[in-house]
Nanobody, 125 residues
Framework: QVQLVESGGGLVQAGGSLRLSCAAS????????MGWFRQAPGKERQFVAA????????YYAVSVKGRFTISTNNAKDTVYLQMNSLKAEDTAVYYC??????????????????WGKGTLVTVSS
């Protein structure tokens, strides 16, 4: 059974940091591009960041570039999202996703093959 399980969300003050994790299991994800998306209340799900498993290619939404860092640990089949300098507008449910043979620069949510259930990040101002 393929699973993507997110963890690490929580409540943090503006300017603080959190690290999200996405543990992948159930199959090999070496041919998948991994991404993080987020969805704030009343808004559409939006792309945040993407990476290939080798870590050689990453891509970020303009709104998080320079503050967020995506990375992988191949030995643990885990993808991370380090979030620094958090703002109130970063408050959302964060989802991990996998796209078979996808491109880091083009990750429409409708094309994702697998999704996690999400982890809530709340940034207080």
């Amino acid at each position: 059974q393929v699973q993507l399980v997110e963890s690490g969300g929580g409540l943090v003050q503006a300017g603080g940091s959190l690290r999200l994790s996405c543990a992948a299991s159930g199959r090999s994800f070496s041919m998948y591009t991994m991404g993080w998306f987020r969805q704030a209340p009343g808004k559409e799900r939006q792309f945040v960041a993407a990476i290939n498993w080798s870590g050689s290619s990453t891509y970020y939404a303009v709104s998080v570039k320079g503050r967020f860092t995506i990375s992988t640990n191949n030995a643990k089949d885990t993808v991370y999202l380090q979030m620094n300098s958090l703002k109130a507008e970063d408050t959302a449910v964060y989802y991990c996703a996998a796209d078979y043979l996808g491109s880091t620069t083009t990750m429409p949510s409708r094309r994702m093959d697998y999704w996690g259930k999400g982890t809530l990040v709340t940034v207080s101002s």
